[in-house]
């Protein structure tokens, strides 16, 4: 009778997912994603987008950026750049994980990408709100056990090598 009970559980386990099994990434690669993946937007991007904005800005509001800049608005120009990098942030990681099929360059150095619990690839919906859950105040120390940005999303990061 135990073993009819049980025979009866794994038909149900595989009839629910029969055709994806999959490695979950190591919190060493997740952790190795993270540094690379948030050295290339704090040194590449947020300075290249922080010009290209600056600069476009100084053309169209110069009077704008001039009151960002007195030394007596050192806030405003520190919620502008905080915006910025907000911004840079949502497009790298929704842009990369929906066009590159869930990696980000992080996640092709170490092997791994981005699904959904089924195995499916990402939607643009499931890639944006995985970027903004990024940005939940401690959410890197959701670390220590399931990320944040995979549990809310239901997504997994899987090895692909």
């Known amino acids: 009778m135990e073993n009819q009970e049980v025979a009866q ?3 149900l386990t ?3 997912n029969p055709f994806f ?6 919190q060493g690669q997740r952790f190795l994603n993270f540094v690379i993946d948030n050295v290339v937007i704090r040194l590449t991007l947020n300075y290249t987008t922080s010009i290209i904005i600056g600069k476009v800005l100084w053309v169209l509001v110069p009077d704008f950026m001039l009151y960002l800049v007195r030394d007596s608005n050192t806030i ?5 750049s905080f915006i910025i990098v907000i911004v840079s942030y949502l497009i790298y990681y929704t842009l990369c994980e929906k066009i ?17 619990y089924n ?3 990402l939607s643009f919906r499931d890639a944006f709100l995985r970027s903004a859950c990024r940005l939940i105040p401690f ?4 670390g220590f056990g399931e990320l944040w940005h995979d549990t809310f ?7 692909t090598r």
């Open 119 to 121: 195995g499916e690839e």
């Open 14 to 16: 595989d009839s629910l």
């Open 76 to 80: 405003g120009l520190y919620i502008f």
């Open 153 to 159: 999303t239901n997504t997994i990061v899987i090895q």
């Open 21 to 26: 099994e999959y490695t979950k990434a190591t």
């Open 139 to 142: 959410e890197p120390f959701s």
């Open 100 to 116: 590159f099929k869930g990696r980000t360059l992080g996640k092709l150095v170490t092997g791994t990408r981005a699904v959904k």
């Open 9 to 11: 559980q794994d038909l």
